[in-house]
């Protein structure tokens, strides 16, 4: 069992930046590969960022791909979120998820755990 708790969203004009963590309890961190997910109002959820166990291998949206930067740290339990350069439409609440195994995924179906979610705005 792991346990997700997202934080550092809210509201940032166009432009600005962002840092979401998501700290994890429970299991062994390195033990999963990490993502990062959003659901904007009306919308159905989608895959914003991944990493693997290591922090070595990542993968992202084309929407984001040079804006937003996923690392982690281990030793702390931490996934992070950089989100630079941010825009309207990257308004939605952001999810932290854990996927058993340590290679990355786009696939949210391959995530079984699930952070309560942290509401990023974006103002134009």
């Known amino acids: 069992q792991v346990q997700l708790v997202e934080s550092g969203g809210g509201l940032v004009q166009a432009g600005g930046s962002l840092r979401l963590s998501c700290v994890a309890s429970?299991?062994?961190?390195?033990?999963?590969?990490m993502g990062w997910f959003r659901q904007a109002p009306g919308k159905e959820r989608e895959f914003v960022a991944t990493i693997n166990w290591s922090g070595r291998g990542t993968y992202y949206a084309d929407s984001v791909k040079g804006r937003f930067t996923i690392s982690r740290d281990n030793a702390k339990n931490v996934v992070y979120l950089q989100m630079n350069s941010l825009k309207p439409e990257d308004t939605a609440v952001y999810y932290c998820?854990?996927?058993?195994?340590?290679?990355?995924?786009?696939?949210?179906?391959?995530?079984?755990?699930w952070g309560q979610g942290t509401q990023v705005t974006v103002s134009s």
């Open positions: 429970g299991r062994t961190f390195s033990n999963y590969a």
């Open positions: 998820a854990a996927r058993v195994g340590g290679l990355y995924s786009a696939n949210e179906g391959g995530y079984g755990y």
